[in-house]
């Protein structure tokens, strides 16, 4: 009984091995408190002290910087955003510089939108705080400081994070496969096109060498006989003086 605990623990702890999260606070103390809980809960961390480095980190920073871009996200920006796995993204409200409400609302408008964002604040004012967060599309307001017990109350978001992320990743993989096979078809297609009007082609031209050849055997049918009504003219002339 204790073996199949420790089976089932172990596979829980490689599962959560994989998350990944991205942690952003001003305060060194408050960082290292919510990586060393995030580490005991076995998962990946990424601390980053602003919310300008953090949307430098998912990608993001450089696209607001670039007004001629002709699309919404250029195609280096959408293959960071492949490279990097973020399963989770927690941050401090109060911050200087861009606030963690700020930043909430740039990832949300963001094709981050999908990764659940969990805001930490630790001012008197909790609630007026957690609605704000929970209308622009927060899954979760924590006090500060954290505890482990919060983090563990995060697990169910993690793992709807990692799910979702595996679902998008299915997705992307028939879309590939469906655009592969879809570009075959249309290979296939054009080259039986081409071959199509070769064949046209060549029975156009040997069409016309045909009637080039018939046109000739008649032109050289007329002038022979032409040739030989001309040689009989003269013997006719001449029977007709010996007559």
């Excluded at 963001?110 to 609630?127: A, H, L, Q, R, T």
């Excluded at 899954?139 to 169910?156: A, T």
Aim: with cysteine; hydrophobic share 30%.
């Amino acid at each position: 009984m204790e073996l199949k605990k420790t089976e089932v623990e172990e596979k829980v702890q490689q599962q959560h091995h994989h998350f990944h999260v991205l942690a952003v606070d001003d305060s060194l103390i408050d960082r290292k408190l919510l990586e060393k809980l995030l580490t005991i809960s076995s998962c990946q961390v990424t601390c980053v002290e602003s919310g300008d480095k953090a949307l430098r980190y998912l990608g993001l920073l450089d696209h607001d910087l670039d007004p001629f871009s002709s699309s919404s996200f250029s195609s280096s920006q959408l293959s960071q955003h492949q490279e990097v796995k973020v399963n989770l993204i927690m941050t401090d409200f109060c911050m200087p510089g861009m606030s963690g409400y700020d930043l909430l609302k740039r990832l949300k408008g963001s094709y981050w939108k999908d990764i659940p964002v969990v805001v930490m604040s630790s001012e008197n004012e909790p609630s007026r705080i957690n609605i704000r967060c929970l209308e622009e599309g927060a899954e979760e307001f924590l006090l500060k400081p954290l505890q482990l017990s919060d983090v563990k109350k995060l697990e169910p978001r993690l793992q709807k994070s990692i799910t979702r992320c595996a679902s998008d990743q299915q997705i992307k993989e028939q879309q590939t496969t469906l655009g592969i096979g879809i570009g075959i078809a249309i290979d296939d297609e054009e080259n039986s096109k081409l071959e199509e009007s070769k064949n046209s082609v060549n029975n156009s031209s040997s069409s016309n060498n045909n009637n080039n050849n018939n046109n000739s055997l008649s032109k050289r049918k007329a002038a022979t006989a032409e040739h030989c009504e001309e040689r009989s003219r003269p013997k006719l002339k001449e029977l007709q003086a010996g007559g």
